[in-house]
């Protein structure tokens, strides 16, 4: 800059002199949040939706103006999507960043693959449960759901079973409880006749009657039906044993 003053009856000669100046440039010096955007509600492993965030842009010039999401980057705390926890993400602008409030609670596992229901077995003499069918699921962070089988029953008979989970991930809901119902049916064994055909002789006759078990013994049955004169007679056999049926 170069300034001159003429000479008058109060100055005399010509005087100047320089002043060097500096313009720097407009930079981004603050940024606040005007309008939160539509979804603060998160789940782990999710990803930011933005639509509806507006920024107040501040500047060195004292110049302020409004900025939409789409002139900004975003940056998660850890990863390419949410956490369990994260109580905000980083919005970027020009160099300078500001915090968006969210919030972000545990992941469900996918269970829609994985059956736990009502089944129905046969007696076989050892204790009989009921196991899960289809796919355990895995997370997003490698986890999968442990799981426990608590129930079931030997004899005849309805047991209630359940199926209990815990996970060691920490963005991961522990999946819930299930309950199946475990039906045991008697083992159908097949009766054996023996001595159904006699000579009379005065004494009473009764022909005899077993079947073997799932382990392969001879279990005799009662025999309910004798006669001692010549002809023809129905014998029943039963078993008081609720696991077999004849």
């Known amino acids: ?8 009856e109060n100055y005399s000669g010509i005087r100047s002199e320089t002043v060097s100046f500096l313009i720097i440039k407009e930079e981004v010096v603050g940024i606040s949040v005007k309008n939160m955007p539509y979804k603060t509600e998160y789940k782990a492993f999710d990803i930011f939706s933005p639509e509806g965030l507006i920024f107040n842009v501040s500047h060195n010039s004292g110049r302020s103006l409004e900025v939409s999401y789409e002139h900004f980057s975003f940056e998660y705390l850890n990863g390419e999507s949410f956490r369990y926890g994260d109580g905000y993400i980083n919005a970027l602008y020009k160099g300078v960043s500001v915090s968006v409030p969210i919030s972000v609670k ?3 596992y996918n269970m829609s693959r994985f059956i736990f229901s009502d089944t129905v ?5 050892m204790k009989q449960s009921i196991n ?13 759901p442990e799981y426990s089988i608590i129930g079931g029953g030997i004899n005849a008979g309805q047991y209630s079973v359940i199926i209990s989970f815990k996970t060691d991930s920490s963005n991961y809901n ?3 409880t299930k309950t199946a119902v475990l039906t045991v049916k008697p083992y159908v064994a ?8 006699f000579v009379y002789d005065g004494d009473m006759k009764v022909p005899c009657c ?15 039906g004798g006669a001692s004169f010549a002809g023809i007679y129905t014998a ?11």
């Open 236 to 246: 029943l056999a039963n078993t008081s044993d609720t696991n077999y049926i004849l």
């Open 1 to 8: 800059v170069y300034a001159e003053v003429s000479e008058n």
């Open 132 to 144: 899960y069918a289809g796919i355990l699921p895995v997370g997003l962070d490698g986890s999968s």
């Open 210 to 224: 077993y079947y073997k078990d799932i382990f392969g013994r001879k279990v005799e049955l009662d025999v309910l």
């Open 174 to 176: 522990t999946p819930e």
């Open 106 to 108: 545990k992941a469900d």
């Open 121 to 125: 077995v046969f007696y076989n003499g």
């Open 190 to 197: 097949k009766a054996v006749w023996e001595g159904t055909s």
